[in-house]
């Protein structure tokens, strides 16, 4: 069947969520009835989220496409400031789960229809009564729309046990305010052919719960509500790459530190030698703004680093052995002043903060070789030509990695006629 609307209904829904997260920036997540979790694989792409959590009663359609809410590889090779965490957990909305208190947004959509009516009354004690949320949506079929849907007889799902009208929704929605100190919004998505709207209302119709008093409102846990403990099963959890954990900051750092130090060391010998042709600035100058810009930096700083040697004794920042310099010249190695790493790449600046702090981190690192005063680092001075052949050589497994590190991703499996409208 031909989705009715455009965007599909469950990508408005969808959408709906998206447009609150933007606005509102809520940091702890939770989606109830995440099934294949696409909901969730477009909330963690919104980095103020920093911990965000499915459940679902059914496991099996949790662990179908889980896996899809992993790291790809440039999250561990371009890692942010930002923290996320994602769990997963079967359970049922009936019942309390200490984990899932003190969340700022709630998201409950298209799952009420879904149970019988006494477990309406129990979802609402669990999610309004229990986990307090900041805010909650909770969308649901609007019954009155359903005689402009085509060939629908009876309810939109086989599952569903019931699809409420907006004025017995809005009947639910206000009792549970007044329960549990909320207010609410009413409104939907899918809207209905001009001049129609008001008299059937949204597709799906949606409220959306604000907690009186909003964050700064108490959230005290009482001891019957202690016991509930940990009812759900921990499915999945991964915590994504983060510069605020040491360990992936002197990783980054390392990689940015060895990656300038070698651009200036080339740019130096390029013009100690004289070695740039006039192909090779033919070429550079094609290359992307981005590049341009680095090239910039290199060359800037290049100078700077040719300006001290020239000023000042060159064994110092050239030829460690003067005396051997014909004979053990695979011994030879280029310095390059940390001073000038720092002022002039500003990621390397970003990540150490100051140049005693970028010192601190380089000390112990056993892949960074620091001058013996610990002010420069130490590169192995290369035949130009022999570095080209490496770079071609890392250029032809570079691609090969490309293609693995493309995000996987995989169509919304949009089975039932629910989710196709
Ligand atoms: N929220 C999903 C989305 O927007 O893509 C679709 C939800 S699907 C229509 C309803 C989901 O609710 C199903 O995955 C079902 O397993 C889940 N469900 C039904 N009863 C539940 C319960 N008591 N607790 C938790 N999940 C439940």
């Known amino acids: 069947m031909a989705p009715v609307f455009s965007p599909p209904l469950h990508r408005q829904r969808h959408q709906f969520v998206i447009d609150f997260v933007k606005r509102q920036k809520p940091q702890k997540v939770v989606d109830l009835g995440c099934s294949e979790c696409s909901l969730l694989k477009k909330l963690k792409f919104h980095r103020e989220i920093e911990l965000l959590v499915g459940v679902d009663i059914n496991g099996a359609i949790i662990k179908k496409k889980m896996h899809g809410l992993a790291p790809v590889s440039t999250d561990y090779l371009q890692p942010s400031y930002d923290q996320l965490r994602i769990e997963l957990y079967q359970g049922s909305v009936t019942q309390k789960d200490m984990r899932l208190r003190g969340f700022d947004l709630v ?85 209905a052919p001009p001049g129609q709207q008001e008299r059937v209302g949204f597709c799906s119709q949606i409220g959306v719960f604000h907690r009186l008093g909003g964050r700064e409102s108490s959230n005290v846990l009482s001891d019957d509500d202690a016991e509930d403990g940990f009812s759900y099963t921990l499915l999945y959890s991964i915590n994504y790459p983060s510069l605020r954990d040491n360990n992936i900051l002197r990783r980054v750092l390392v ?35 981005i590049e341009m810009e680095e090239k910039q930096t290199v060359e800037q700083c290049g100078r700077e680093v040719l300006e001290v040697q020239e000023g000042e004794d060159e064994e110092v920042f050239w030829n460690n052995r003067k005396g051997q310099q014909e004979s053990c010249i695979l011994h030879r190695s280029v310095s390059v002043p940390l001073a000038v790493l720092w002022s002039c790449c500003p990621k390397v600046s970003a990540l150490s903060g100051s140049l005693s702090n970028l010192r601190h981190l380089l000390m112990d690192e056993p892949n960074v070789k620091l001058s013996q005063d610990g002010s420069a680092v130490l590169l192995q001075e290369q035949d130009l030509e022999e570095e080209e052949e490496e770079e071609e050589d890392n250029d032809v497994e570079d691609s090969g990695y490309g293609e693995a590190s493309q995000c996987p991703h995989s169509a919304e499996q949009e089975g039932d006629w629910e989710a196709n409208i």
């Open 255 to 289: 990689s940015e530190v060895l990656y300038w130090a070698e651009k200036l060391k080339r740019r130096w010998m390029e013009e100690k030698t004289g070695e740039r042709d006039e192909a090779e600035e033919c070429l550079r100058a094609s290359e992307q703004r």
């Open 107 to 191: 998201t409950s959509i298209e799952l009420i229809e879904h149970l019988t009516l006494d477990d309406v009354e129990r979802f609402s004690e669990v999610v309004f009564g229990y986990m307090t949320p900041v805010a909650v949506i909770v969308s649901t079929p609007n019954s009155e729309f359903n005689p402009l849907l085509p060939v629908l007889a009876g309810f939109r799902h086989s599952d569903h046990k019931f699809e409420w009208t907006r004025a017995e929704f809005q009947s639910w929605a206000l009792k549970v305010c007044l329960a549990y100190g909320y207010d609410v919004e009413f409104t939907g998505v899918g809207k």
